[in-house]
Nanobody, 116 residues
Framework: QVQLVETGGGLVQPGGSLRLSCAAS????????MGWYRQVPGNQRELVAD???????IYADSVKGRFTIYRDLAKKTMYLQMKTLKPEDTAVYYC??????????WGQGTQVTVSS
């Protein structure tokens, strides 16, 4: 069974940085895409950043210039480096992987709280 496990969430002050990790149980190059989404209670889950298997990345406008998605194929891990964090970045962050012809995979989520 393919699994995604997120780590790296926590409490950080505004302006601070965090790095989230999403470790897969299989080669991440086998995924059509892999990315990060976030959700605040009462709101829909929204795209933060996503990377296609070829390496092209897209970002939500709200995080452009502050967040960077990247991967380490050898470690089977996708990362989200978050800088200049704002209180409105507070959410549960989820890793998602898509596979052609199969249902998307989701991790269990990791809480990010930006507060002084």
């Amino acid at each position: 069974q393919v699994q995604l496990v997120e780590t790296g969430g926590g409490l950080v002050q505004p302006g601070g940085s965090l790095r989230l990790s999403c470790a897969a149980s299989v080669s991440i190059f086998s995924f059509a895409s892999m990315g990060w989404y976030r959700q605040v209670p009462g709101n829909q889950r929204e795209l933060v950043a996503d990377m296609a298997s070829g390496g092209t990345a897209i970002y939500a406008d709200s995080v452009k210039g502050r967040f960077t998605i990247y991967r380490d194929l050898a470690k089977k891990t996708m990362y989200l480096q978050m800088k200049t964090l704002k209180p409105e970045d507070t959410a549960v962050y989820y890793c998602r992987a898509t596979r052609t012809g199969l249902a998307a995979l989701w991790g269990q989520g990791t809480q990010v709280t930006v507060s002084s």
